[in-house]
């Protein structure tokens, strides 16, 4: 049983070796120069001029969510396209549903502004 298992664990020791051995290598070998003004938190190249907790719009959280929501469209769209010459005429209709479940839900957000930045 455990015979199964050996290159498994074989590769899985090799990786934490190999990672924990570069990580040693980086902590022991780079130099170390500390300096206040490298050490200050900055954003964008300034200094931070905000409390960091500060809330955000919520435009950002919805662009977000719909950026997600369209994406995952290319997750599926891959591995049907991978399998296209197998499936027949049901996956490409099955695909065709989806494709216009997702253009309906896209024309709905086109049309209530949520695409629009002002």
Known sequence: ?????????????????????????GYFASPTNPNPEKEKPFECGFDAFEDSRMKFDVRFYLVAILFIIFDLEIAFLFPWAVVFDEIGWFGIITMAIFLLLLLIGFAYEWKKGALEWE
């Open 1 to 25: 049983m455990i015979e199964q298992y050996a290159p498994i664990l074989v590769f899985i020791l090799i990786g934490l070796l190999f990672g924990g051995g570069l990580l040693f290598l």
